[in-house]
């Protein structure tokens, strides 16, 4: 870069600085000028008034239009899961005193429990029905023997209790 270009710019830079305070306008002079002298010893000519940059229009942004939300639509509750506890019962003799009990759940559920089993003989469960959500029921020891309980809802679900009745002989000394 030459003598007289170092001279040009400080000129116009403390020329542009004057007329319009510090900014962009010499940030851009001062480069056009840098890029002027480094490729040519031609002076470059002096900056003028710059011309005004356009006034920004606005346009004015689209209204939002409103859709409508759909309805909510009420869903049927979730089917509840049948279920027994304990699934199974070990009776050590026969009679009342050896009885055992269980409950049978299905939350939600207002309908009928059916009880069906292969126990004829060995043991009796009581009741072999009842409303729901909740039913008890008791399972008393006749002879020695295992079967199974089943108990169903009206909505076809099924769950089992195994039973074992053992009954122990001999005294304790």
């Known amino acids: 870069m030459n003598r007289r ?3 040009r710019i400080a000129r ?15 940030a851009v002079a ?7 002298c480094s490729e040519s010893t031609t002076p ?6 710059p011309s005004p940059l356009p006034s920004p229009t606005a346009s004015p942004l689209p209204s939002p239009t409103a859709s409508p939300l759909p ?10 899961v049948l279920s027994v506890n304990p699934t199974a019962i070990q009776l050590l ?19 009928t429990f059916t009880e069906s089993d292969t126990c004829s003989g060995i043991a009796t469960v009581l009741p072999s029905s009842g409303a729901g959500p909740a039913l008890a029921f008791n399972v008393t020891g006749v002879a020695a023997g295992n ?20 009954i122990v002989s001999g005294s304790v000394q």
């Open 5 to 7: 270009c170092i001279v």
């Open 30 to 36: 001062l480069i056009a000028l840098l890029t002027a």
């Open 93 to 111: 003799g026969i009679g009342s005193g050896n009885a055992a009990s269980g409950l049978l759940q299905e939350t939600g559920y207002s309908g």
């Open 44 to 49: 470059v000519a002096s900056i003028g008034t």
């Open 147 to 166: 079967c199974t309980a089943t108990f169903s809802d009206a909505q076809g679900q099924h769950v089992s209790t195994a039973i074992s009745v053992t």
């Open 12 to 26: 116009d830079m403390g020329s542009a600085s004057s007329r319009f305070g510090l900014g962009a306008y010499v």
């Open 71 to 80: 309805s909510p639509t009420a869903s049927p509750p979730p089917l509840g």
